[in-house]
């Protein structure tokens, strides 16, 4: 039997590893002893025990016997020497046969089998190694002497004589063992650390792969969103043209019957003119003083001119009052701001966030209402503990959820204060001081209003909105991947500002009611 089928045969089947100790069951098969004790201890209260191999099963637990024979042959093919490589190059001194070689003596350049080497010389200046074909490259290229130490300086190997004659000499030097046994370090060094990196890079790689699914999904999701969105838009917006064009086109109608008739009513009266003209013409051409005079009366020209007048009045309303398609930039203004107002609703969410007002932060003259959803400025009654959160200079308090991705909306109900500021700011918004005023630093971001004024505050730049009908609620829109804050209010709802920035921190929700019992509602 080849010694690879005979290593087989020596494998216990469940540890797959050379016996230890091995046993024989009653059905024939053999195991180590420490492998069957442990599959048996696994069956335990199975309601019997088998063989792993053949499955036999057996009512009480098996009691193993040791196989001699096997525990023999298994220490035997344990302590015989491990086959030599086929190397291909045969010992020098078999002349009568090709018998492999084991070893090569440098000092001899000889190549050697078993035999041969042990009773080779054991002296230290023959340096056995494996066999080899190329024993030249052990030999130094100037001396011709074995190379046995290593230049550090030089990163060379060399020979004896090039330490002591040689231009190696006096450089630092070190045996061969040495020097492997630090260069293997180094390397081994040098290869953990390869391999850390690697593994880092791998799992960077991961993390980034796994960002870019994340990306391209959600890119495909808000591609659909906004496809069919904008799909939304475009109907509303051909509906929209249709009914304008219809619009145009059923006044147009309207103005042009009107016109007609009233030609048709001027190209009779010309006719009645030209009747009426006509004898007076004659009249005018005549030469004789009493035929002239003889004529009957020519009527009364007052009631005609009142029919002018009348004529007149009608013609000036048509021309100059009923003759504009007047409405029609109107209905388009409110149809666009319609549709505006939808797809703004579209574009980021239906449902407005749940926002409640948090009182630790809530300055000593706002009191809050039971369900902490409204805010209202009762004067300095309150009575509350301090709180390094809480606002010390300015009627303000916070929301208490904070926001750091997504798009979100919150609307506010103004109609009973006229004296506010609403926007959102990071946590780390001053508490006192001039600079906790929303509007006041760079941390916060406001729209405001003080009368009939309006103004939007940002980092103590203010921008005055102008044209804004006062309206009963103000909603706040928040996208914070785009950056924006923006502020909308009536309905439908009309754009009044918005804010860009890069936000760095969470976004809280943030109140500011500045007149006495004014109330600020969030819904």
């Known amino acids: 039997m080849a010694s690879s089928d005979l290593r087989e045969e020596l494998d216990c089947p469940v540890c797959l590893n050379i016996y230890t100790d091995p046993v024989m ?8 002893r420490v492998c069957i004790d442990r599959v048996f201890d696994t069956q335990e209260g199975s309601g019997g025990y088998s063989c792993p191999q053949c499955k036999e099963e057996f009512q009480n637990r098996p009691l193993p016997y040791k196989n001699v024979f096997l525990s023999t042959i298994t220490q035997r093919f344990l302590s015989a020497p491990p086959n030599q490589k086929k190397t291909g190059i045969s010992c020098i001194y078999c002349i009568h046969s090709s018998v492999p070689a084991v070893k090569f003596c440098l000092l001899c350049e000889a190549s050697l089998c ?6 080779h010389s054991k002296s230290p200046e023959h340096v056995l190694c494996d066999p080899t074909t190329t024993p030249e490259k052990r030999k130094c290229s100037v001396h011709k002497k074995i190379l046995e130490y290593y230049c550090t300086e030089d990163s060379a190997l060399i020979c004896i004589s090039c330490v002591i004659f040689g231009e190696h000499r006096g450089h630092q030097v070190e045996t061969l063992e040495e020097a492997f046994i630090k260069k ?23 993390s980034l792969q796994e960002h870019l699914r ?3 999904s959600k890119a495909d999701g808000e591609t659909e969103r906004v496809t069919a969105q904008f799909r939304v838009f475009r109907r509303r917006l051909e509906d929209l043209e249709k009914k304008v064009l219809g619009e145009i086109t059923g006044k147009a109608e309207r103005i042009l019957h009107l016109v007609n008739d009233l030609i048709q009513q001027l190209k009779l009266k010309m006719e009645e003119l030209s009747q009426k003209m006509h004898p007076l013409e004659k009249l005018c051409a005549m030469t004789s003083q009493l035929t002239v005079l003889q004529e009957s009366d020519t009527g009364d020209l007052c009631d005609t001119e009142d029919e002018d007048d009348e004529d007149r009045g009608i013609h000036d309303k048509l021309l100059y009052n009923g003759g504009h398609l007047d409405g029609v930039s109107h209905m388009i203004s409110t149809g666009l701001s319609d549709i505006i107002s939808g797809v703004i609703e579209g574009i980021f969410i239906q449902k407005a966030v749940d926002i409640l007002l948090d009182e630790d932060t809530a300055h000593t003259n706002v009191a809050l209402s039971y369900d902490k959803k409204t805010a209202i400025n009762t004067g300095p009654y309150q009575l509350r503990l301090d709180s390094k959160e809480r606002f010390m200079d300015y009627n303000q308090v916070l929301g208490s959820r904070s926001f750091s991705s997504g798009r979100h909306y919150w609307e506010v109900d103004l ?8 926007g959102m700011c990071y946590a780390s918004i001053d508490r006192d001081g001039g600079d906790s005023l929303i509007g006041r630093n ?29 309206g009963k609620r103000v909603r ?3 996208d914070y991947e785009a950056g924006q804050i923006s502020f909308y209010m009536g309905a439908p709802l009309r754009h009044l500002h918005t804010f860009t920035a890069t936000f760095t921190e969470p976004l809280y929700a943030v109140l500011g009611v500045y007149s006495i019992y004014s109330h600020i509602l969030l819904d």
Do not use: M
């Open 25 to 32: 069951l009653k059905c024939g098969h053999n195991f180590c």
């Open 184 to 206: 293997k370090k180094k390397v081994t060094y040098n290869l953990e650390k390869l391999i850390t990196k690697r593994e880092n890079t791998e799992e960077r790689i991961w």
């Open 476 to 478: 706040v829109y928040l």
């Open 214 to 216: 994340s990306v391209k």
């Open 442 to 470: 760079d941390v916060s971001w406001g729209l405001g209003r003080k009368g009939s004024k309006y103004k939007a505050v940002h980092d103590k730049n203010e921008t005055e909105l102008h044209d804004i009908v006062p």
């Open 415 to 422: 109609q009973k204060s006229n004296n506010w500021i609403i």
């Open 114 to 119: 078993d035999d041969h080497l042990r009773v």
